[in-house]
């Protein structure tokens, strides 16, 4: 028998078995890029949604308290990370549809983050109050790092944790509602290495970073005005900004506060929800002064930018939440107010902007509208949605 004779049998089944592959591996393969999720409040499940097909294509059960949930997505954008109110957090798989990890963490979290080499999972909890970083592979604890301070009496406490994000550099920024502070983690070395900056101002409720990962702001609800944290200069401490836009006016009774992840950048301006006010607040952002006071037609939840800057939409807190406006920012200007069912809770763009999808809870549906037309293209059915969020924010700063 020659060597031909033994290895033209195998390199017969070993063609045949590629070809088989190549013919059926286009059809199982599939990209992330157009998916995302949409929380189901209500009913503790996500719908996964495709925005090419502008359909839910799956739905994944079992993830517990949603109220307020939060995700965001691994650096590859195929798994979801779904921070619940239960201090639940859960992996989940975008392709399969399946949890490939869940654990509850705390007894009340309100969010979280994933660092920039999107190894670490961070979540901010109120109780107890700090954060915990996990390994985005298992959810295995990596650090537990309590928010602590000490109040007028000398007594040591652990204060609720909001604001938190990921920062450039391997680092989480957050900030400590009962306390006042804001705190910065690096995770560069073997240990956390924490650096605290205090007195930034009464309660701060919510937080943000700007696109570039430079500036972290908090809102403050004990008082006006924002706190901003240049990260390029933590030497220069916490600035006071905009301390001035409701200086003598009666405030209105707050319904519910503004976040701040969705805040608005148009060029050199940020766009901000003013606190308890029916009215949207510009800032320059070369040195954060008050450039504009825009009226709405409510209380402003979210303020977010069409991804080409030339919009922003505002939704809006109760009684006036089944509206959602639409400003030039050009020539700042109302350009329409829809109605996209009652309880507006979320607004999420496409990546490149050509649609936004908007949740009304009490509606239950999902709208779609196209941003340029501003038409409706497309209701879907969702069971009380909330949180809508797209994959392309794994490639976002911030988000």
Not at 184 to 212: C, H, Q, W
Not at 305 to 316: E, L, T
Not at 369 to 375: E, P, R, V, W
């Amino acid at each position: 028998m020659t060597l031909n004779s033994i290895f033209s049998p195998l390199a017969g089944v070993i063609f045949l078995f590629l070809l088989a592959g190549c013919q059926t591996a286009p059809e199982s393969l599939q990209g992330t890029g157009d998916l995302g999720v949409i929380v189901e409040r209500a009913t503790g499940s996500l719908a996964l949604a495709n925005t090419s097909q502008q359909q839910i294509v799956d739905q994944v059960e079992g993830l517990g308290d949603l109220s307020h949930a939060s995700v965001k997505f691994s650096r590859d954008a195929r798994y979801a990370f779904v921070f619940g109110r239960d201090g639940g957090l859960s992996k989940v798989d975008l392709l399969t549809g399946e949890i490939t990890a869940r654990i509850l963490q705390s007894g009340n979290s309100i969010g979280g983050a994933i660092s920039q080499d999107g190894q670490l999972v961070a979540v901010a909890n109120y109780e107890p109050g700090g954060v915990k970083l996990f390994s985005s592979d298992n959810l295995e604890l990596v650090a537990d790092i309590p928010a602590t301070w000490t109040d007028e009496n000398g007594d040591q406490q652990r204060s609720k944790v909001v604001g938190l994000v990921d920062a450039p550099g391997n680092r989480f920024v957050y900030s400590l509602f009962d306390a006042g502070e804001i705190h910065v983690v690096d995770m560069n070395g073997a240990t956390p290495e924490l650096t605290r900056f205090t007195d930034v101002g009464k309660n701060p409720y919510d937080a943000l970073i700007d696109p570039s990962g430079r500036y972290y702001i908090a809102g403050l609800f004990g008082e006006d005005g924002l706190t901003l944290l240049d990260l390029w200069h933590t030497e220069a401490g916490v600035q006071h900004i905009l301390t001035d836009y409701g200086r003598g006016e009666e405030r209105l009774p707050v319904y519910k506060m503004p976040h701040l992840e969705g805040w608005a950048m148009a060029g050199d301006e940020a766009w901000l929800p003013a606190v308890g006010r029916h009215e949207i607040l510009i800032a320059n952002k070369e040195d954060w002064a008050l450039t504009g006071r825009i009226p709405v037609q409510g209380q402003p939840i979210f303020v977010m930018s069409r991804p080409d800057q030339h919009q922003v939409w505002v939704s809006f807190a109760h009684p006036d939440n089944d509206v959602v406006q639409v400003i030039d920012t050009e020539t700042r200007a109302i350009v329409t107010t829809l109605s996209p069912g009652k309880a507006v809770l979320h607004m999420e763009f496409t990546p490149r902007g050509e649609h936004v999808w908007i949740s009304a809870r009490d509606s239950n549906r999902v709208t779609v509208y196209d941003t340029h037309t501003l038409q409706e293209v497309k209701r879907l059915e969702s069971e009380s949605p909330s949180g809508i969020f797209f994959t392309d924010r794994a490639h976002r700063i911030g988000l």
